[in-house]
């Protein structure tokens, strides 16, 4: 069964971290580019970050943020371990919802282009 599972999502007070962790099962991930994405109550689903797949040296592979988390968060993956991260710093409130990874053929915001998604994972960040 192909699937992606996100993990590591939790409660935390304002300014903590968290870090969640997107790995496959059944596929390998460094075909495809990842995205992660999030929903809060009654909001759409929207990009958070996205890493593109590594072509040539790891340490010159694409990153893309969204304007809210940039700064704060950093995506990043190892595909020995067919595993994305996701490092979330300084959260805020805001920062409240489900967290999904997705696995598509290229890294942007494009929701129908990704090909698997996980389940997602709650975050919330409250004192």
């Known amino acids: 069964q192909l699937q992606l599972v996100e993990s590591g999502g939790g409660l935390v007070q304002p300014g903590g971290s968290l870090r969640l962790s997107c790995t496959a099962s059944?596929?390998?991930?460094?075909?495809?580019?990842i995205g992660w994405f999030r929903q809060a109550p009654g909001m759409e689903r929207e990009g958070v970050a996205c890493?593109?797949?590594?072509?040539?040296?790891?340490?010159?592979?694409?990153?893309y943020y969204a304007d809210s988390v940039k700064g704060r968060f950093t995506v990043s993956r190892d595909d020995a371990k067919n595993t994305v991260f996701l490092e979330m710093d300084i959260l805020k409130p805001e920062d409240t919802a489900v967290y999904y990874c997705?696995?598509?053929?290229?890294?942007?915001?494009?929701?129908?282009?990704?090909?698997?998604w996980g389940q997602g994972t709650q975050v919330t960040v409250s004192s």
């Open positions: 059944g596929f390998t991930l460094d075909k495809y580019a």
């Open positions: 890493i593109g797949r590594i072509i040539g040296s790891p340490y010159d592979v694409s990153t």
């Open positions: 997705a696995a598509g053929p290229n890294s942007n915001w494009y929701l129908p282009q990704y090909d698997y």
